[in-house]
């Protein structure tokens, strides 16, 4: 018996694309411009020069595209885990009917806003002439005096202190103590620097600081501290932080070292390799000689050597050694085509025998016997689909019915020839209109017409 079909009579059935403009206009018109915070995830620089990321905190995230008009105006290189304030629109990607934020500025927090600053006072102090080249000093080979500017009792004093002992004790040492870090630390190394320079007690200054954060070690990156280490009358030498620490300090000194213990060991000559190098030159003066007479040796053997890989004994036997390989090499070829013969008999002898007409019968018959249950199935599994996409296709027809919006008090206008009203100008004053609602029909006359802003923009 077959199964009855629904007849839908929807009044009005919202397209995929018209259903996606208007839950975006809904989503732009109900939260406007908004602000959001949190981490970049997910991000992708398409050749296109969009930006593609994800927003996400601890529990949520949100897909976000800033366009490459907007991205261009970025001060900074977004990367994934950078902790960033976003300003935006909530729309739907119409496409795939996705709902992301339309992004149109970024700002980095935390520690992005310290590193921002560092990079632009190292282009404005750049473009003045503290970096260059040309205005390093010279380091004294053999300085009498050293001045330390650092912390009386942090680690750094201490290590420069310990090589210095060990690498030129004849050298005087002193420390000028200062604060290296808070508020206040900057004004006071550049305040000490000065009054170092104005003693002119010392051959090179040792500007030092241990490791620490970005936070930690800020004060050298102040203009104040760069310009005091720039005007120093003496060389300056920086030992800030480890290895991987770069200051605003450090580009402006004359040297930079990679620690503290590092400066100590550039401003100092090593006796012990002072020796060493005399030593060294001694050595290498005597070996020269015999240097020279081993390459001339050599020359002659190998000299030697190519007039004997020429002669014509051994050219001879280089082509009595190509005629035994290729001797072996037909001889391997022939016993390769012989054996692959006999595995093609035997697979041939094989395909014979698994060919028997009683065989194929019988093989035959077991695919009968499973293609006969396949279908079985095949028919039992589409039936239950057809089931499952009827009892879908009632409720979805359920749920878009007209009937239930004029349950919830909305009402359906036609006009005589029974079309129905969308639009003021589809009936004139005097026309009689039939009002459909949920328990009946009302029939009106149309008095007046009042045109709404947007049907007046539109006709003009």
Same mark, same amino acid.
């Given at each position: 018996?077959?199964?009855?079909?629904? &007849?839908?009579?929807?009044?009005?059935?919202?397209?995929?694309?018209?259903?996606?403009? /208007?839950?975006?206009?809904?989503?732009?018109?109900?939260?406007?411009?908004?602000?959001?915070?949190?981490?970049?995830?997910?991000?992708? *620089? #398409?050749?296109?020069?969009?930006?593609?990321?994800?927003?996400?905190?601890?529990?949520? &995230?949100?897909?976000?595209?800033?366009?490459?008009?907007?991205?261009?105006?970025? @001060?900074?290189?977004?990367?994934?885990?950078?902790?960033?304030?976003?300003?935006? %629109?909530?729309?739907?990607? /119409?496409?795939?009917?996705?709902?992301?934020?339309?992004? @149109?500025?970024?700002?980095?927090?935390?520690?992005?806003?310290?590193?921002?600053?560092?990079?632009?006072?190292?282009? %404005?102090?750049?473009?003045?002439?503290?970096?260059?080249?040309?205005?390093?000093?010279? $380091?004294?080979?053999?300085?009498?005096?050293?001045?330390?500017?650092?912390?009386?009792?942090?680690?750094? !004093?201490?290590?420069?202190?310990?090589?210095?002992?060990?690498?030129?004790?004849?050298?005087?040492?002193?420390?000028?103590? !200062?604060?290296? &870090?808070?508020?206040?630390?900057?004004?006071?190394?550049?305040?000490?620097?000065?009054?170092?320079?104005?003693?002119?007690?010392?051959?090179?200054?040792?500007l030092l600081r241990g490791g620490g954060s970005l936070e930690d070690l800020w004060a050298f990156n102040e203009e104040a501290v760069a310009r005091a280490v720039f005007d120093s009358a003496i060389p300056v030498i920086t030992g800030i932080g480890h290895e991987i620490d770069f200051s605003i300090a450090d580009m402006a000194a004359d040297l930079r070292a990679p620690t503290p213990s590092a400066a100590a060991e550039l401003c100092t000559p090593d006796g012990q390799e002072l020796l060493a190098s005399t030593q060294q030159l001694t050595l290498r003066l005597s070996q020269f000689a015999e240097n020279h007479l081993s390459r001339q040796q050599r020359n002659l053997r190998e000299l030697m050597a190519r007039l004997n890989r020429h002669h014509p004994l051994q050219r001879l036997r280089q082509k009595g050694q190509r005629?035994?390989?290729?001797?072996?090499?037909? *001889?391997?070829?022939?016993?390769?085509?012989?054996?692959?013969?006999?595995?093609?008999?035997?697979?041939?002898?094989?395909?014979?025998?698994?060919?028997?007409?009683?065989?194929?019968?019988?093989? %035959?018959?077991?695919?009968?016997?499973?293609?006969?249950?396949?279908?079985?199935?095949?028919?039992?599994?589409?039936?239950?689909? =057809?089931?499952?996409?009827?009892?879908?296709?009632?409720?979805?027809?359920?749920?878009?019915? #007209? $009937?239930?919006?004029?349950? =919830?008090?909305?009402?359906?206008?036609?006009? /005589?020839?029974?079309?129905?009203?969308?639009?003021?100008?589809?009936?004139?004053?005097?026309?009689?209109?039939?009002?459909?609602? @949920? @328990?009946?029909?009302?029939?009106?006359?149309?008095?007046?017409?009042?045109?709404?802003?947007?049907?007046?923009? &539109?006709?003009?």
């Amino acid at each position: 018996m077959p199964m009855p079909t629904a &007849q839908p009579n929807p009044e009005h059935v919202f397209g995929v694309s018209e259903l996606n403009r /208007e839950v975006k206009w809904l989503l732009d018109s109900t939260f406007g411009q908004v602000w959001v915070e949190g981490e970049l995830s997910n991000l992708m *620089r #398409p050749g296109s020069g969009h930006l593609y990321f994800s927003l996400v905190d601890s529990t949520s &995230q949100v897909r976000c595209a800033m366009f490459r008009g907007d991205n261009r105006r970025l @001060d900074f290189k977004p990367a994934n885990g950078q902790t960033v304030l976003c300003r935006g %629109r909530l729309g739907i990607y /119409e496409a795939r009917g996705d709902y992301q934020m339309v992004v @149109d500025r970024m700002i980095e927090t935390g520690s992005g806003a310290l590193q921002r600053k560092f990079e632009d006072t190292k282009r %404005r102090l750049h473009a003045e002439g503290l970096f260059d080249a040309s205005a390093k000093k010279p $380091l004294p080979a053999f300085p009498r005096t050293i001045g330390l500017v650092t912390s009386p009792t942090g680690a750094a !004093v201490q290590d420069a202190l310990n090589v210095l002992a060990r690498r030129y004790p004849l050298a005087r040492v002193i420390v000028h103590p !200062v604060l290296v &870090q808070g508020p206040t630390a900057a004004p006071a190394i550049a305040a000490m620097l000065a009054r170092a320079n104005r003693r002119r007690e010392c051959d090179v200054l040792l500007l030092l600081r241990g490791g620490g954060s970005l936070e930690d070690l800020w004060a050298f990156n102040e203009e104040a501290v760069a310009r005091a280490v720039f005007d120093s009358a003496i060389p300056v030498i920086t030992g800030i932080g480890h290895e991987i620490d770069f200051s605003i300090a450090d580009m402006a000194a004359d040297l930079r070292a990679p620690t503290p213990s590092a400066a100590a060991e550039l401003c100092t000559p090593d006796g012990q390799e002072l020796l060493a190098s005399t030593q060294q030159l001694t050595l290498r003066l005597s070996q020269f000689a015999e240097n020279h007479l081993s390459r001339q040796q050599r020359n002659l053997r190998e000299l030697m050597a190519r007039l004997n890989r020429h002669h014509p004994l051994q050219r001879l036997r280089q082509k009595g050694q190509r005629v035994d390989e290729l001797e072996i090499r037909i *001889r391997r070829v022939m016993e390769n085509s012989l054996s692959r013969a006999s595995i093609r008999l035997l697979h041939l002898q094989r395909s014979l025998t698994r060919s028997s007409p009683a065989r194929q019968l019988a093989r %035959r018959q077991e695919q009968r016997l499973t293609l006969h249950r396949r279908l079985q199935n095949s028919i039992e599994q589409a039936m239950q689909r =057809r089931q499952s996409r009827l009892s879908l296709t009632a409720r979805a027809l359920s749920a878009v019915s #007209p $009937l239930n919006t004029l349950k =919830r008090g909305y009402s359906i206008v036609q006009s /005589e020839s029974g079309s129905v009203v969308t639009q003021t100008r589809q009936v004139k004053p005097g026309e009689s209109v039939r009002i459909r609602i @949920d @328990d009946g029909n009302l029939t009106a006359r149309i008095n007046a017409i009042s045109t709404s802003k947007k049907e007046k923009n &539109q006709s003009t």
